[in-house]
């Protein structure tokens, strides 16, 4: 059994401020979690099983570019799918990843599909 944790306008998954003011409020989506999260010197700011129900802020909802390893924010990320493939992975391996990562095939069967 999970206890649940009042965290106002906090991030699920970061504990930083998503109010109104915070600079984190307009691009904050609705998320909950469960597992532990530590911030940036280590420690536990959420424990395991504390279950947190809110928000999460846009930095904390970027990807991982599989390609150049930089962080691709929110709603950015091109996957095979995008492109019109039926694969789960690019030839590469890779699944999401920057526009500007695309090999130039990939880039026009993305301009194909979405203009």
């Given amino acids: ?16 401020d998503t109010s109104f003011g915070s600079g984190r409020f307009v691009n904050r989506i609705p998320a909950d979690a469960t597992y532990e999260a530590l911030d940036k010197n280590g420690n ?38 995008d492109c019109g493939s039926e694969e789960a992975e690019f030839s590469d391996g890779a699944y999401r990843v920057h526009h500007e990562c695309l090999t130039e095939i990939e880039k026009l069967h993305f301009e194909e599909i979405n203009g």
């Fill in 44 to 81: 536990i700011i959420f424990k395991e099983g504390e279950y947190r129900d809110g928000y999460a802020c846009a930095e904390c909802m970027a990807f991982e570019c599989c390609r150049c390893d930089e962080m691709i924010p929110m709603d950015e990320d091109v996957t095979p799918y």
């Fill in 1 to 16: 059994m999970s206890n649940k944790n009042d965290i106002g306008n906090r991030c699920v998954k970061c504990g930083e």
